[in-house]
Nanobody
Framework: VQLQAFGGGLVQARGSLRLSCAAS????????MGWFRQAPGKEREFVAGISWSGKTIVYADSVKGVVTISRDNAKNMVYLQMNNLKPEDTALYYC????????????????????WGQGTQITVSS
């Protein structure tokens, strides 16, 4: 599956953005999907993940309550709604697909994911 994330931009603190990730390929609906981010000088970190069915969702503790992940398998899309953004949310955001189809566990480690898109930049000004 090939992925392309978009929807980032420059936003003021306490603003909102909705990231989208478009997937191509027939296997999207069988893949758990994850959102990750990487800030300058920092390691890539897990943000949120959603199971292939959409029934299981996990969030990093740092973003609980401020982000919502969702997916639309009919449209081959996964989304990340981000609210109350803070300057520390500034990063390059990536979507990625699980290595395994129909995985019963939503992984948080980036090595469990493949098919990384190019990422979309979010910059939050104070």
């Amino acid at each position: 599956v090939q992925l392309q994330a978009f929807g980032g931009g420059l936003v003021q603190a306490r603003g909102s953005l909705r990231l989208s990730c478009a997937a191509s390929g027939r296997t999207f609906s069988s893949k758990n999907m994850g959102w990750f981010r990487q800030a300058p000088g920092k390691e890539r970190e897990f943000v949120a993940g959603i199971s292939w069915s959409g029934k299981t969702i996990v969030y990093a503790d740092s973003v609980k309550g401020v982000v919502t992940i969702s997916r639309d398998n009919a449209k081959n899309m996964v989304y990340l709604q981000m609210n109350n953004l803070k300057p520390e949310d500034t990063a390059l955001y990536y979507c990625a697909a699980d290595r395994i189809s129909y995985n019963g566990y939503v992984n948080r480690n980036d090595y469990d994911y493949i098919s990384w898109g190019q990422g979309t930049q979010i910059t939050v000004s104070s």
